[in-house]
């Protein structure tokens, strides 16, 4: 069974939007077509590739940020994404304790 047919059937089921997480640039395409917001997870927001590769894509991108990553980091991965054309964005913290000095953007 192809889990991507699972994925299009529950969204015509339902009529929720779907948003679910890209790991690898070989599924931009099937993300363009099955899912409505693409999830950029922590552990690639510095994945360039990937960031580039969605950038290409006309839908909204959604970028958490870790706990280890600075705001300024988490914007550049941001401005990779809009590089490819796609304004886009959504930015998702994950990272709930950081330093006073992160917090105030130093």
Same mark, same amino acid.
């Given at each position: 069974?192809n $889990? ?11 009529g ?6 890209? +790991?690898? @640039?070989d599924?931009?395409? +099937?993300?363009?077509?099955?899912? /409505?917001?693409?999830?950029?997870? *922590? ?5 360039? /590739? ?7 894509? /006309? ?8 706990? $280890?990553? @600075? ?5 550049? $991965? *941001?401005?990779?994404?809009? *590089?490819?054309?796609? *304004? ?10 950081? $330093? ?7």
């Amino acid at each position: 069974f192809n $889990s991507w047919q699972l994925v299009k059937e529950l969204k015509e089921a339902t009529g929720l939007p779907i948003v679910t997480e890209i +790991m690898s @640039t070989d599924n931009v395409e +099937m993300f363009e077509m099955c899912v /409505d917001v693409i999830q950029v997870g *922590a552990r690639n927001m510095q994945n360039f /590739d990937l960031l580039k590769a969605v950038g290409h894509q /006309d839908k909204p991108v959604m970028i958490k940020r870790g706990m $280890s990553a @600075t705001y300024e980091e988490w914007l550049m $991965s *941001a401005e990779y994404v809009m *590089a490819g054309g796609n *304004a886009m964005d959504a930015m998702g913290d994950t990272a709930v304790e950081r $330093s006073a000095q992160d917090a105030r953007g130093a």
